[in-house]
């Protein structure tokens, strides 16, 4: 659509924007300009999770098992690789979310409009559909806007399309199916003005920005195990299975046939078992 058409289409005005009142009826309808919080895992049940493994359990059993035999030594040591393992995929599964989080800071905090004719600051959280934004060099773009006006206006997209160079804008519309990065008339939520100055009309706000779209698509993520994958896991318990009955041998070889105590043919035991089990099968 031409700027115009676009201005009709959500009953907006060039030069007064919209009136507060139509605003407030807008914002009951649209809902506030932000992105949903995700539903977060606690920290406490994120770090239990870690011990659901295996091998954690094969560990933590011998742990149990040499403290009850005395041997504080061993103990410590099986209780020190369980907690390290577990603090590391704590501190790994931590920084996965918090690059879902940064997403969110993104959106600009305040932003310039005009309503009722007249140029004031709102929180970004209050635009809606049909309300006409300032902009200048400097200024993150709070909503999907599409241009009014603009003048030597570059913006940088590279949150969206990898693009490290600005792009220059312009009024002209585009082809409807146009690549994201083709359309020269829009403005997206989160991305930076490089330099120029523009007045945007807000066509998207909150989850249904591009933003918002690849937020919500980053939440609905599920994961999918392939059939190699199926296959490798299948192929993971039957080994695991094996290296346990090749443990208990050892241990009952030890001690009935080679005659060494059973305190040490034990540690023996769970020291091969826990070498002998894969890394990528234990992180499955």
């Not at 031409?2 to 649209?30: I, N, P, V, W």
């Not at 490290?164 to 990065?181: G, I, Y």
């Amino acid at each position: 659509m031409s700027a115009d058409e676009a201005l009709e289409r959500l009953d907006s005005d060039r030069r007064h924007g919209l009136t507060s009142e139509a605003a407030q009826q807008r914002l009951k309808r649209f809902g506030r300009n932000r992105l949903p919080s995700r539903r977060v895992r606690p920290a406490w049940l994120r770090f239990l999770m870690q011990f659901h493994n295996a091998l954690i359990y094969i560990m933590l059993a011998a742990a149990a098992t040499t403290a009850f035999l005395g041997d504080l030594v061993d103990t410590g040591v099986l209780l020190a690789a369980v907690l390290v393992n577990a603090i590391i995929g704590f501190i790994q599964e931590g920084r996965a979310e918090q690059a879902m989080d940064a997403i969110r800071h993104m959106l600009s905090l305040r932003t310039s409009v005009i309503r009722n004719g007249v140029r004031i600051e709102i929180e970004a959280e209050a635009l809606v559909p049909g309300d006409l934004v300032l902009l200048a060099s400097g200024d993150k773009v709070p909503a999907d806007l599409r241009l009014i006006a603009c003048k030597g206006l570059r913006v940088n997209e590279a949150i969206l399309t990898g693009e490290s160079a600005a792009v220059e804008k312009t009024l002209a519309p585009v082809a409807a199916d146009a690549l994201l990065a083709d359309r020269l008339c829009l403005l997206y939520s989160g991305t930076l003005v490089a330099s120029g100055q523009a007045t945007g009309l807000v066509v998207a706000t909150g989850v249904n920005t591009e933003l918002g779209r690849i937020s919500t698509m980053l939440e609905n993520v599920q994961a999918v195990t392939t059939p190699l994958l199926r296959q490798i896991a299948g192929f993971g318990h039957w080994l695991a299975l094996v290296i346990v009955i090749m443990s208990a041998a050892t241990f009952l070889i030890g001690v009935l046939w080679h005659g060494h105590s059973p305190q040490e043919m034990f540690m023996m035991a769970v020291a091969l078992a826990a070498s002998a089990i894969p890394e990528a099968y234990r992180r499955l």
